[in-house]
């Protein structure tokens, strides 16, 4: 899928998949460098951050694990609620391992905040976290972020795995979409 695959409902292209990828690729390097020496567990959150631990885990040098989590955070259109659910769980015991959860986008910070927390629960020889997309208006929840990709705007994006409705996830860059799309 492409801009030409979604005609007038992309407002613009906010991140190219060139630049994509070599940020991915820094990312990369920086927690082969962190981890190095180490065994680490990449968990994936479903279903956003498919394309970047994809991405991340290929680029990366080091051996990882991979493992996936499913979480809902109720909310209707374009806002997470809060409410958080666990709707796929880990099927690694996390204890005694480093771990790095790779996520798409934090906005509200409430999805990675209550996912840190849970995972911390399970004795943990670390938690980090690493996104690839920050929006910079100001987190409900604080959260430790130690590898971030890009900071944006707070505007709705789409695209490498962010959806509207379940759409767009599958655009190889990060878009915008154009308000008429959603309102
Ligand atoms: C998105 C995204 C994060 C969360 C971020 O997930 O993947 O998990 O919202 O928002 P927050 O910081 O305000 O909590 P979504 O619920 O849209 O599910 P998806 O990954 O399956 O698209």
């Known amino acids: 899928m492409n801009a030409d695959d979604i005609g007038?409902?992309?407002l613009?292209?906010?991140i190219s998949a060139e630049r994509l990828q070599a940020r991915i690729s820094e990312l990369a390097a920086r927690v082969d460098a962190d981890y190095a020496g180490r065994e680490l567990l990449l968990v994936g959150v479903l279903k956003g951050a498919v394309m970047v631990m994809a991405d991340l885990a290929r680029?990366?040098?080091l051996p990882?694990?991979?493992d996936w989590m499913a979480i809902s955070s109720y909310g209707s259109g374009t806002k997470s609620s809060g409410v958080v659910r666990i709707l796929k769980d880990l099927d690694t015991?996390?204890?005694g391992k480093h771990v790095l959860v790779v996520e798409d986008i934090v906005d509200s910070g409430l999805t990675l905040s209550y996912l840190v927390n849970n995972l911390q629960s399970r004795d943990?020889?670390?938690v980090a976290v690493c996104v690839l997309l920050r929006k910079?208006?100001?987190a409900q929840m604080p959260v430790d972020v130690a590898y971030t990709g890009f900071e944006i705007a707070d505007e709705f994006v789409i695209g490498y795995g962010l959806d509207y409705a379940e759409r767009y996830?599958?655009?190889p860059f990060i878009g915008t979409l154009a308000p008429h799309a959603y309102t």
């Open 136 to 138: 910079r208006a100001a």
């Open 12 to 14: 613009d292209v906010l």
């Open 59 to 61: 680029a990366m040098h």
């Open 124 to 126: 943990p020889a670390s």
């Open 169 to 171: 996830r599958n655009l």
């Open 64 to 66: 990882v694990r991979m």
């Open 8 to 10: 007038d409902d992309l």
């Open 93 to 95: 015991d996390i204890s």
